[in-house]
């Protein structure tokens, strides 16, 4: 069991105190090496156009050499990164403090001026969502037992963040472009941004309700609580995503085809999980295996969160220690009930503005990057979700 030493401190860079908000945080984290923003600049070529390796909401991600030899990946952050000082503290705090064979490793970060940039360990095979779940131009074949694998590292890493460490962690934003292969195409769990800290002794936390939609756990995207079940919902989402070689949701096609969870649904009723298999394996594939993963896969996203199965019963299903009960997959929380929500509840809202001189602002969409809902319970909770604008 890992426990987080937080009561430890370590000298911290003059570079660092430069910013007053997160100096004293800093100083609380002792296996961290704070660089300097002159180092990564000579590391990255002057953060090189050439040496780009990803880039997103947050800001971009630079391949690097560092002084001792070992290659990198330099996270820069845009001021107009959503995320703001609370999650770039989050993620040093969460990821600094614990080491598993599939998490990334934070080598250190950069606090000068209003720069904030976080170095991790260089993964040569980018993401699942730009590789497997991409528009086709990665040259990796996804075999079945390489995607076999990559289901069952996930599951471990995830089953040691809500299982082995104390206080247990909840990622909050699995999802595929999260999910980062090394060159044996190790999964590797990435982005603690979001991550919350839960004492053994708390059941939930109640915040601001952050995710990707597709990925969101219905009834944490209505009441705001946090639990490791929001966690193993994703992962239900990706573990059909990674079977089937689809992401989560396709505009694209027909209505009733547009979101997979829905599509395991119905073949999984009708007895045909088989066909949802990626055709990209050409039939390549252990029919009985697969079919048992997409079965997971459904009893993860189950619509009731105490049905969901823990990530250590998850991690025993998937390696065969443990035999899948077919009687035991219910209806899975759905995206589409979720947007049926946010458009009864924007009807409702309307009609509300109409009849009452109290009423608030409408949500908006910004960009079409996020999406507010707001949703009706004990009391309201308005809420933003993000897209995955990597698939």
Same mark, same amino acid.
């Given at each position: 069991?890992?426990?987080?030493?937080?009561? +430890?401190?370590?000298?911290?860079?003059?570079?660092?105190?430069?910013?007053?908000?997160?100096?004293?945080?800093?100083?609380?984290? #002792?296996? $961290?090496?704070?660089?300097? /923003?002159?180092?990564?600049?000579?590391?990255?070529?002057?953060?090189?156009?050439?040496?780009?390796?990803?880039?997103?909401?947050?800001?971009?991600? /630079?391949?690097?050499?560092?002084?001792? &030899?070992?290659?990198?990946?330099?996270?820069?952050?845009?001021?107009?990164?959503? #995320?703001?000082?609370?999650?770039?503290?989050?993620?040093?705090?969460?990821?600094?403090?614990?080491?598993?064979?599939?998490?990334?490793?934070?080598?250190?970060?950069?606090?000068?001026? %209003?720069?904030?940039?976080?170095? /991790? %360990?260089?993964?040569?095979?980018?993401?699942?969502?730009? $590789?497997?779940?991409?528009?086709?131009?990665?040259?990796?074949?996804?075999?079945?037992?390489?995607? =076999?694998?990559?289901?069952?590292?996930?599951?471990?890493?995830?089953?040691?963040? @809500?299982?082995?460490?104390?206080?247990?962690?909840?990622?909050?934003?699995?999802?595929?472009? %999260?999910?980062?292969?090394?060159?044996?195409?190790?999964?590797?769990?990435?982005?603690? &941004?979001?991550?919350?800290?839960?004492?053994?002794?708390?059941? @939930?936390?109640?915040?601001?309700?952050? &995710?990707?939609?597709?990925?969101?756990?219905?009834?944490?995207?209505?009441?705001?609580?946090?639990?490791?079940?929001?966690?193993? /919902?994703?992962?239900?989402?990706?573990?059909?995503?990674?079977?089937?070689?689809?992401?989560?949701?396709?505009?694209?096609?027909?209505?009733?085809?547009?979101?997979?969870?829905? $599509?395991?649904?119905?073949?999984?009723?009708?007895?045909?999980?088989?066909?949802?298999?990626?055709?990209?394996?050409?039939?390549? +594939?252990?029919?009985?295996?697969?079919?048992?993963?997409?079965?997971?896969?459904?009893?993860?996203?189950?619509?009731?969160?105490?049905?969901?199965?823990?990530?250590?019963?998850?991690?025993?299903?998937?390696?065969?220690?443990?035999?899948?009960?077919?009687?035991?997959?219910?209806?899975?929380?759905?995206?589409?009930?979720?947007?049926?929500?946010?458009?009864?509840?924007?009807?409702?809202?309307?009609?509300?503005?109409?009849?009452?001189?109290?009423?608030?602002?409408?949500?908006?969409?910004? #960009?079409?990057?996020?999406?507010?809902?707001?949703? =009706? =319970?004990?009391?309201?909770?308005? +809420?933003?979700?993000?897209?995955?604008?990597?698939?």
């Amino acid at each position: 069991m890992t426990c987080f030493p937080f009561l +430890f401190r370590k000298n911290v860079s003059p570079v660092a105190k430069h910013d007053p908000d997160i100096n004293e945080e800093l100083s609380g984290i #002792q296996n $961290t090496r704070v660089y300097t /923003y002159k180092e990564l600049k000579i590391a990255s070529d002057n953060f090189s156009p050439a040496n780009k390796i990803g880039e997103g909401g947050f800001g971009s991600v /630079y391949k690097g050499l560092l002084k001792n &030899g070992k290659v990198a990946a330099i996270k820069v952050l845009s001021a107009e990164s959503r #995320q703001g000082v609370r999650e770039f503290m989050t993620e040093i705090n969460v990821i600094s403090e614990i080491e598993h064979e599939n998490l990334v490793k934070l080598y250190g970060c950069c606090v000068e001026g %209003n720069q904030r940039i976080l170095v /991790y %360990n260089y993964l040569e095979n980018n993401s699942l969502s730009q $590789t497997l779940l991409g528009s086709g131009h990665s040259n990796i074949y996804f075999d079945w037992k390489t995607r =076999s694998r990559i289901c069952i590292g996930i599951a471990r890493g995830l089953a040691f963040l @809500h299982e082995e460490v104390r206080p247990y962690i909840v990622h909050r934003d699995i999802k595929a472009s %999260n999910i980062l292969l090394d060159k044996t195409l190790t999964p590797k769990i990435s982005d603690f &941004g979001l991550a919350k800290l839960i004492p053994s002794h708390m059941t @939930h936390a109640s915040t601001r309700v952050a &995710g990707t939609i597709g990925y969101l756990a219905p009834e944490y995207a209505i009441r705001g609580q946090v639990t490791r079940k929001a966690d193993i /919902y994703s992962f239900g989402v990706l573990l059909v995503e990674i079977v089937s070689g689809r992401c989560h949701t396709n505009t694209r096609l027909p209505m009733g085809e547009q979101y997979i969870l829905e $599509t395991a649904w119905e073949v999984f009723q009708r007895r045909e999980l088989a066909g949802l298999v990626d055709i990209s394996l050409n039939g390549d +594939f252990d029919a009985e295996e697969a079919c048992k993963f997409l079965k997971i896969g459904l009893l993860c996203t189950q619509d009731t969160p105490k049905l969901r199965p823990p990530m250590s019963s998850v991690v025993k299903m998937l390696t065969g220690e443990m035999d899948v009960d077919d009687s035991k997959v219910t209806k899975p929380g759905l995206i589409s009930d979720l947007m049926d929500l946010k458009v009864r509840e924007e009807r409702g809202d309307a009609d509300r503005k109409i009849s009452s001189s109290y009423s608030t602002s409408s949500p908006s969409d910004s #960009q079409g990057t996020t999406m507010s809902l707001v949703a =009706s =319970s004990a009391a309201s909770t308005t +809420f933003t979700i993000k897209y995955d604008q990597s698939l």
